[in-house]
């Protein structure tokens, strides 16, 4: 689901700002979305509806990036027909 909800925005979002930069900010919170799964799992505190959130957390960002991946690397891998 969240892939139908962020994507039509985030294809608007690759063609207006820096991919790269898209792509970095997107590395670095699905970093964070790990560590914190990671940490609540070690305290023992991750439950069902933590586990949830947070795999909604990561669908969303991935849905949100997907559109620069495929914009940056259509930049630097050119077909030659």
């Given at each position: 689901m969240p892939v139908l909800a962020v994507f039509p925005f985030a294809g608007v979002a690759a063609n207006r700002?820096?991919?790269?930069?898209?792509?970095q900010a997107s590395q670095a919170l699905t970093a964070l979305n790990?560590?914190?799964?990671?940490?609540?799992?070690?305290?023992d505190r991750l439950g069902l509806t933590a586990?949830?959130?947070?795999i909604a957390v990561q669908g969303t960002?991935?849905?949100?990036?997907?559109p620069s991946r495929f914009r940056w690397s259509n930049s630097w891998c050119r077909a030659t027909i």
């Amino acid at each position: 689901m969240p892939v139908l909800a962020v994507f039509p925005f985030a294809g608007v979002a690759a063609n207006r700002w820096n991919r790269l930069r898209l792509l970095q900010a997107s590395q670095a919170l699905t970093a964070l979305n790990t560590i914190l799964m990671a940490t609540l799992l070690a305290s023992d505190r991750l439950g069902l509806t933590a586990l949830i959130v947070l795999i909604a957390v990561q669908g969303t960002l991935t849905a949100a990036v997907q559109p620069s991946r495929f914009r940056w690397s259509n930049s630097w891998c050119r077909a030659t027909i």
